[in-house]
């Protein structure tokens, strides 16, 4: 294993496509990782929270990251989300990803303890870094306060790093505040920050950010890609921002699915695994013609599905 | 397996001790269990909230439980606490309660997706019981909105008791709005609602409530008990209120083990897993003495731990 380059660039948190039994789909899921690479994407996130991380198992999430590598996506293009509520899970999570090559390591904080102090959180992270005990591991910490419950404060992260350099690579902010992404940048400007809210990405380039991982990357990465060029306008950012507001009108993942289904023209894609559930036809063809009539490519043959 | 009772009475959320590697000690589970039984508690559930349930991975509780049986814990004396984050964790978990012979389970609503809508939880519920599909089922609802972040309402209550009659047996109400108890009651007579505030045991009680599933019954179930009887006073109730005033001036799992840690002697009992911390030594001394002035039973002896 060399030193894992810093996650930089076009990330993508990819969605999880099922089987009719409601199990990951390992053939689809890394037919879609090779297309999403062949377009530019830099690297992919599986089982991030557009992947529906949270809602499988270990075994079915190493199995899974397995099936990737088997099927020659290269651990360089590998980023694991390895966080869980428990911690035995989220350490056999991690240790899976560093046995399979991937030190690469996105890490949720433990999302059932809330209020949980800023103590308890650094000590949760230390305690997993210590017992995992393999120096290659890179940890990219996820601040993601409106699912997990629980924030990761730039502190809390700059303190981490201090006490963990190297180990602690980066984060990736989805909180959608800026002003929260900003003091990363401020309090840990030697770690790859990262955001998932893609209107801010033109920004946090300027400000020495690192890139993205989002979920818009699955289904129109071109869009994405626009704004890491040097003649991004305030348009591409704005093309962003309207597609993002049409989604954003349901429940992303299952908004997501429907267009990837579209796209695509296979109605596998459509299904979320529980509790989330599957657009109604209606919502499918309202967003679906929602973002036609505002000229974004989703293929139009598959109107039909 | 013969019919199961429904749940009724004193049944204690037990607190989940540690070996010095972390794991759970279930040689010192099955004699706590063991000795609560003998003072007249009801029943158990392991791995609640209070038993850190979400902190432990599938094979950890699966082996507790399998544990607590192989210690002659009767299974009429146990309610599994089966919920995860993840469908499949809380599927895998079921179905081992009830291959156990087992088939009483808490089951948590999934706890990382917010905000959830009704119908959402209804079908994640619906979809697990299908899934199980065995008749010997019976599920209580775990309603403890503070920390999984998606409340059931009554509403979906009794829409799935309704849905499936019979498996659908009851709610662990750890709310702590008496407000909804009390809807609880009227919308869904038919099952045992039991809370876990355990102030409002008295009053759920006179209501037609079944009992409670709690915290305190692991330190003094004496305490609960005497709600209970027909000649429970005011007095009764505001001594509880004064015991749980004291714990909460701490996170109450470790509050809770320190306090077990000082009426056994056995420090072993001090430890949360992570991401929760044992009490510092000072909170400790401080809860001890509190508890000890206002004239708690808790074992002088084990000043010196």
Same mark, same amino acid.
């Given at each position: ?15 999880? *496509? ?28 599986? %089982? ?10 270990? =075994? ?10 088997? =099927?020659?996506?290269? !651990? ?10 428990? @911690?035995?899970?989220?350490? =056999?999570?991690?240790?899976? +990803?560093?046995?399979?090559?991937? *030190? ?7 999302? @059932? ?5 800023? &103590?308890?959180? @650094?000590?949760? $992270?230390?305690? #997993? ?10 940890? $990219? ?13 730039? &502190?809390?992260? /700059? ?18 505040? %800026? &002003? ?7 309090? +840990? ?9 893609? *209107? ?6 300027? +400000? ?10 699955? #289904?129109?990465?071109?869009?994405? +890609?626009?704004? %890491?060029? !040097? ?11 309207? %597609? ?6 349901? !429940? @992303?993942? !299952? ?22 559930? *599957? #657009?109604?036809?209606?919502?499918? /063809? ?20």
């Amino acid at each position: 294993m060399t030193e894992p380059a810093p996650i930089r660039g076009l990330w993508c948190a990819t969605l999880t *496509p099922l089987g009719r039994d409601g199990d990951v789909d390992h053939a689809r899921l890394a037919s879609h990782v090779r297309l999403l690479l062949a377009k530019g994407v830099d690297g992919v996130v599986p %089982f991030g929270t557009t992947g529906e991380g949270p809602s499988f198992s270990v =075994a079915e999430r190493c199995e899974a990251l397995d099936a990737l590598l088997a =099927a020659n996506v290269g !651990p360089d293009r590998l980023l694991a989300a390895t966080g869980a509520a428990a @911690f035995t899970d989220t350490l =056999a999570l991690t240790r899976h +990803a560093l046995e399979s090559g991937c *030190p690469r390591c996105l890490i949720l904080p433990p999302f @059932f303890w809330k209020p949980l102090t800023d &103590e308890a959180l @650094f000590r949760y $992270y230390a305690s #997993l870094i210590d017992a995992v005990g393999d120096l290659r591991l890179r940890v $990219y910490l996820y601040h993601i306060p409106q699912l997990s419950g629980v924030p990761i404060r730039p &502190e809390t992260v /700059a303190r981490l790093s201090t006490a963990y350099p190297g180990i602690i690579a980066g984060v990736k902010d989805s909180g959608g505040d %800026f &002003e929260h992404t900003a003091e990363l940048l401020r309090r +840990a400007p030697q770690l790859s920050i990262l955001v998932g809210h893609e *209107p801010h990405l033109a920004r946090l380039m300027r +400000a020495g950010g690192a890139g993205t991982i989002c979920g818009i990357a699955n #289904l129109l990465p071109e869009l994405i +890609a626009a704004l %890491f060029e !040097p003649d991004a306008t305030a348009d591409d950012e704005t093309r962003v921002r309207t %597609f993002l507001d049409f989604v954003l009108r349901y !429940p @992303f993942v !299952p908004a997501f699915k429907a267009i990837r289904a579209a796209q695509t023209g296979d109605s596998a894609w459509l299904a979320p695994r529980p509790p989330l559930s *599957p #657009l109604t036809e209606g919502e499918r /063809a309202a967003l679906l013609a929602a973002l036609r009539s505002a000229g974004f490519g989703i293929a139009p043959e598959t109107d039909g599905l």
